[in-house]
């Protein structure tokens, strides 16, 4: 839905996963260019960072000047502390922290050089409050809230806008419709559930904010949610 929705408002966007998920991203590609949109695939992974180094080199010289760059993975997981491995651990806080350090890193080397752009990192729940059976998804948010706060500190006097958006309740994705189906069903029909299109949309506002008024942290969820 973001990237929809910046092709939408004329930037070419380029959409990024891992590449065992490149048939998913071509398909996105193709329906953002059938919709009269520009948009390229990258089948990289965000915690490796040569990857990451190097597609911001390709998009910077083939495709044009990265202008906003939104970390959006999830890395959502459920397991008990005494069932959290190691491995557990680290794994979602190299999906949720590091990948969002490195792609952050690489964005504002580019930005820096023009004195502008806009960095948005996606939080959750999580980012602000540790719930049972989320302990290494609550460590990796919190530590990208922290991530994005100390970016904003240091780039927000030298033009680039870095933003945090806590995502405070269910979204209309897959993953939520398949895993809490009689609960989607019950808080869908009440707007209980965040629309993906509606995200988006409040992600270009905050790249359009005039830096006299830069939003940092924004929370978003339903007006029935209880926080």
Same mark, same amino acid.
């Given at each position: 839905?973001?990237?929809?929705?910046?092709?939408?408002?004329?930037?070419?966007?380029?959409? +990024?996963?891992?590449?065992?998920?490149?048939?998913? *991203?071509?398909?996105?590609?193709? =329906?953002?260019?059938?919709?009269?949109?520009? &948009?390229?695939?990258?089948? +990289?992974?965000?915690?490796?960072?040569?990857?990451?180094?190097?597609?911001?080199?390709?998009?910077? =010289? /083939? @495709?044009?000047?990265? /202008?906003?760059?939104?970390?959006?993975?999830?890395?959502?997981?459920?397991? =008990?502390?005494?069932? #959290? #491995?190691?491995? +557990?651990?680290?794994?979602?806080?190299?999906?949720?922290?590091?990948?969002?350090? @490195?792609?952050?890193?690489?964005? &504002?080397?580019?930005?820096?050089?023009?004195?502008?752009?806009?960095?948005?990192? #996606?939080?959750?729940?999580?980012?602000?409050?540790?719930?049972?059976?989320?302990?290494?998804?609550?460590?990796?948010?919190?530590? *990208?809230?922290? *991530? &994005? $706060? =100390?970016?904003?500190?240091?780039?927000?006097?030298?033009?680039?806008?870095?933003?945090?958006?806590? @995502?405070?309740? %269910?979204? !209309?994705?897959?993953?939520?419709? !398949? #895993?809490? %189906?009689?609960?989607?069903?019950? *808080?869908?029909?009440?707007?209980?559930?965040?629309?993906?299109? $509606?995200?988006?949309? $409040?992600?270009? $506002?905050?790249?359009?904010?005039?830096?006299?008024?830069?939003?940092?942290?924004?929370?978003?969820?339903?007006?029935?949610?209880?926080?």
């Amino acid at each position: 839905a973001i990237a929809r929705k910046f092709a939408k408002e004329g930037m070419r966007v380029c959409v +990024v996963r891992r590449q065992r998920n490149m048939a998913k *991203l071509e398909a996105l590609v193709s =329906s953002i260019k059938a919709e009269g949109g520009t &948009a390229y695939a990258f089948g +990289v992974d965000a915690r490796k960072e040569q990857e990451v180094v190097d597609m911001v080199q390709n998009i910077e =010289s /083939e @495709i044009g000047p990265i /202008e906003v760059c939104v970390f959006n993975v999830g890395a959502n997981v459920r397991f =008990s502390l005494l069932d #959290t #491995t190691v491995r +557990v651990y680290t794994k979602v806080w190299e999906m949720a922290c590091l990948g969002g350090f @490195i792609s952050g890193r690489e964005a &504002a080397k580019v930005m820096l050089k023009r004195g502008r752009g806009t960095i948005i990192f #996606t939080g959750a729940t999580a980012s602000l409050r540790g719930a049972s059976g989320f302990s290494a998804f609550a460590g990796a948010k919190h530590a *990208l809230r922290g *991530l &994005a $706060q =100390s970016m904003a500190r240091e780039l927000g006097p030298k033009g680039l806008h870095v933003c945090h958006v806590v @995502i405070d309740g %269910p979204v !209309d994705t897959p993953w939520i419709r !398949d #895993t809490f %189906p009689g609960l989607f069903e019950q *808080l869908k029909p009440l707007d209980g559930v965040v629309e993906p299109d $509606q995200i988006a949309e $409040q992600y270009w $506002q905050l790249h359009c904010q005039q830096r006299g008024a830069w939003t940092h942290e924004m929370e978003l969820r339903p007006w029935m949610e209880k926080w």
